[in-house]
């Protein structure tokens, strides 16, 4: 199988490549990435004699069609994928996650070629914090930021050029992903590598917010599951039932680094933060047998936490500058 792996240098689509290059033999890989601030050639060091790497934009027609061209698959990775730039700054937004995506769209199309398009469980909005119920296949659409909103335009026109046009595409909804070589901006290694360099962790507003964590290796397991046994036309909710607030969370981090479970700071809360997400992944689990391997979040998080220490050159230089932005922006 020849397959093009958008964002490929990016968080979840690094693992994926690694996981895709040790594990399947059969499968050619091409990365096609913008290298953006959020992209990194060292991301993929590991993997780079066994793969090809292309720089460049998924809403560049030419390109995206003479690389779909000669592929028998493209997982899509890319986007911008940050809420707080979304707040600063939609455009990016709105260009690499809507027009991206309608452009790859039509070079499937044009070229009969299976699409999968990774999206995000933020699509549905948010959960009340006491609501026992969680999203499913079934819940309607309802994003809350500019960021959630064009991933879930983009989710609308893969759905309409599977009924329109006859696309082969599948779509997966998943929860938050923790684990190696997440950029610094996100929660879970901005704080890691704030205890790390020294600054005191950042919590947003009380730390109610509930977010429902997976690894980001059970995800892309899950996404080779939907590649090989999903039925075209669906969308599979991916989750690990990972459910934690925020405060606990930043309190398990300071403890596993072996300071003071108090020693944050409360800062300005997110515009329009949603409050909670929750997973139902039972249909993934029951049509199609994937099941979550990371069950033990401390080790998993432990794992990331060793990571991190063991791979400075991978986020140092960038640290202050992504301070600075936060600290402009009261956070
Ligand atoms: P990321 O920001 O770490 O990586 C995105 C990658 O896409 C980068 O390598 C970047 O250079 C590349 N990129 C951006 N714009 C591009 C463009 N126009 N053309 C080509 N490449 C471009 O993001 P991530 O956390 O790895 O997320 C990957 C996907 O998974 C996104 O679609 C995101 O919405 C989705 N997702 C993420 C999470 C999460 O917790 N991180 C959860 C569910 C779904
Ligand atoms: O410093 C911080 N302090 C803090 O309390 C940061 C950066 C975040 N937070 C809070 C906000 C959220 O409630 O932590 C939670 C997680 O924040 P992010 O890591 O920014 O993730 P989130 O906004 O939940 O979105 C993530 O999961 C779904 C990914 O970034 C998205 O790409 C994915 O779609």
Same mark, same amino acid.
Do not use: C, N, W
């Given at each position: 199988m020849r397959i093009v792996v958008t964002g490929g240098a990016g968080f979840i689509g690094s693992n994926f490549v690694t996981a895709t290059v040790r594990d399947r033999p059969d499968v050619e890989v091409t990365v096609l990435d913008a290298?953006?601030?959020?992209?990194?050639?060292k991301s993929l060091s590991a993997v780079e004699d066994r793969i090809r790497f292309v720089q460049g934009d998924i809403a560049n027609a030419a390109l995206a069609d003479q690389l779909v061209a000669n592929s028998d698959m493209v997982v899509n990775f890319a986007a911008e994928s940050h809420n707080d730039n979304s707040l600063v700054d939609p455009w990016p937004f709105v260009q690499t996650n809507i027009v991206g995506t309608y452009t790859l769209l039509q070079s499937v199309r044009r070229h009969g070629v299976r699409y999968h398009h990774v999206s995000t469980d933020e699509v549905y909005g948010d959960l009340e914090l006491d609501d026992p119920k969680k999203f499913t296949e079934q819940t309607p659409y309802n994003p809350s930021s500019p960021y959630s909103s064009t991933k879930a335009a983009s989710d609308m026109l893969v759905r309409a050029w599977i009924r329109s046009?006859?696309? #082969?595409a599948t779509l997966s909804n998943c929860s938050n992903n923790y684990g &190696?070589? #997440?950029?610094? +901006?996100?929660f879970i290694p901005r704080q890691i590598t704030n205890i790390l360099t020294g600054v005191r962790p950042k919590l947003y507003g009380g730390g109610t917010n509930v977010r429902d964590w997976i690894h980001v290796d059970d995800h892309n397991a899950a996404v080779w599951r939907i590649i090989e046994s999903g039925q075209i036309g669906r969308t599979y909710l991916i989750g690990a039932n990972g459910e934690l607030d925020n405060l606990s969370v930043i309190r398990i981090i300071l403890e596993l680094m072996g300071?003071? &479970? +108090?020693d944050f700071d409360y800062v300005a809360d997110r515009v329009g933060h949603d409050l909670r997400y929750a997973i139902d992944s039972s249909s993934l689990s029951g049509e199609l047998g994937w099941y979550p391997r990371y069950t033990n979040f401390r080790e998993g998080l432990q794992a990331t936490i060793d990571w991190y220490h063991n791979n400075r050159g991978w986020w140092e230089n960038e640290k202050d500058a992504v301070e600075a932005r936060y600290q402009a922006q009261g956070a």
């Open positions: 290298l953006t601030y959020a992209g990194s050639r046009f006859g696309v #082969q &190696p070589r #997440q950029h610094i +901006e996100k300071r003071d &479970p +108090e």
